[in-house]
């Protein structure tokens, strides 16, 4: 395996600095596209705060079967230009579809294999990808099926059950306090405005508000290979069903129920407080030898007659 730099030019001419991960042996090798979740995420889905540290072991676990993998940093973020807060969820759409471009255009990459994962925001982008028909295979990491004003109505839900004790009288004040925010966010007609005195990408998130990305699950022509911990608190677990009722082709949902939207396991109560805790550990080992092995029988099933990974709460569907 060895990394080496790669730059996709996105539609309006900025390049995106990525890595692209090669496996052992001689190429062309099929490849898949990692999209990270929300934020300002560079390539490793790391920011200055919070290093989920998701890319690396997943191209590594990747490469291990053969696959090649292309990460990279957001606009405004690690050795990308730009301005991350003013970057909207479109932008993230179209750099999503810019770097398959590129990924496919490479000689050391076949573009008859090449497939998508994504992790949260990253999710939505690859269902979208998956639309296209040079994807042949697309993966779900927490990933949500319903409008996403509903989404993150139901992630404010979560977190607001999670509240310690001697908040909780301040629950309706925060209630309050948080309804105004989304009407001024709906109102902003700018990329950055202030939102309860503190400056927000507001035309990513109207963009995300308003997006639904149950059309594009409908119109997925790949294979789906879906997963989301039943401890996520940021993502609904329930939308497992309605992915695996949208999605046409074959389709495979897992839940996983120590699983965090971290992509570790907690057996601990769900808790966003669990979190510092939580990413001083590595991603769940077997979450990313399911996604790699999973892969692998879909970029290379010419190549792959290893025994097939089994789980009681997966559930599948054929075409």
């Given amino acids: 395996m060895r990394d080496v730099d790669m730059t996709a030019i996105a539609a309006d001419g900025l390049p995106l600095a990525g890595t692209l991960t090669l496996p052992a042996g001689p190429g062309p090798h099929p490849a898949v596209l990692l999209l990270q979740g929300s934020g300002r995420l560079d390539r490793d889905a790391n920011t200055d705060r919070l290093r989920m540290a998701l890319g690396p072991p997943l191209a590594a676990a990747i490469a291990d079967h053969g696959i090649a993998t292309l990460r990279y940093d ?4 690690g050795a990308t230009p730009g301005n991350w807060r003013a970057t909207g969820f479109a932008d993230n759409r179209r750099d999503a579809a810019a770097a398959l471009r590129a990924l496919a255009a490479r000689p050391d990459i076949r573009a008859d294999a090449i497939g998508v994962v994504g992790h949260s925001e990253g999710a939505l982008h690859a269902m979208s990808l998956g639309t296209h028909s040079e994807v042949a295979a697309v993966v779900l990491l927490a990933g949500f099926a319903r409008p996403g004003e509903s989404a993150l109505r139901w992630q404010a839900g979560m977190l607001a059950r ?14 309050a306090l948080a309804a105004r925010c989304l009407a001024r966010i709906k109102t902003t ?21 308003v997006h639904d990305p149950r059309p594009d699950l409908a119109a997925i022509k790949a294979p789906v290979l879906a997963i989301t911990g039943g401890k996520d608190i940021q993502v609904d677990p329930a939308d497992l069903a ?22 570790r396991r907690d057996p601990g109560p769900a808790s966003v407080r669990s979190y510092p805790r939580l990413l001083r550990q590595p991603i769940d080992p077997d979450l990313l030898t399911q996604v790699a092995a999973w892969l692998a029988h879909r970029l290379r099933p010419q190549e792959i007659h290893a025994t097939e990974f089994t789980d009681p709460s997966a559930q599948s569907k054929s075409p």
Avoid: F, Q, S
């Fill in 74 to 77: 957001r606009r405004g973020v």
């Fill in 242 to 263: 309605e992915i695996r009722r949208l999605v046409p082709g074959a389709v495979e949902i897992h839940l996983i129920p120590d699983l965090t939207h971290l992509l």
């Fill in 189 to 209: 007609r700018t990329d950055v405005a202030r939102v309860a005195g503190l400056p927000v990408n507001a035309r990513w998130m109207r963009e995300l508000l």
């Fill in 162 to 175: 999670d509240l310690p004790a001697i908040l909780k009288p301040l629950m309706p004040a925060l209630r």
